[in-house]
Nanobody, 115 residues
């Protein structure tokens, strides 16, 4: 059974940084597409960043140049480094694992950017 556990969210001032982590169990990241998504109140869940099994990355236009997705296959963990945070980055951030046509989600971690 695949389980994803996010951590690292919190309250940060505009311009600050946070690093989110997503620890996976039940499936190796070596064979999966991993992604970070976010959902603000009253809005749909949107892709933030994805990383393939071969470590190719893709980002939403709104976070390019500020966020970096990476993974450690040995630790089976994916990260999202978020710099230059803006109030509009406030949302619940979810980790996603995609493999063999199946999609799994973590429980989410709240990120709030406010002064």
């Amino acid at each position: 059974q695949v389980q994803l556990v996010e951590s690292g969210g919190g309250l940060v001032q505009p311009g600050g940084s946070l690093r989110l982590s997503c620890a996976a169990s039940g499936s190796s990241l070596r064979f999966a597409v991993m992604g970070w998504y976010r959902q603000a109140p009253g809005k749909q869940r949107d892709m933030v960043a994805v990383i393939t099994s071969g470590s190719m990355t893709n980002y939403a236009d709104s976070v390019k140049g500020r966020f970096t997705i990476s993974k450690d296959n040995d630790k089976n963990t994916v990260y999202l480094q978020m710099n230059s945070l803006k109030p509009e980055d406030t949302a619940v951030y979810y980790c996603n694992l995609g493999r063999n046509g199946f999609s799994y989600w973590g429980q989410g971690t709240q990120v709030t950017v406010s002064s």
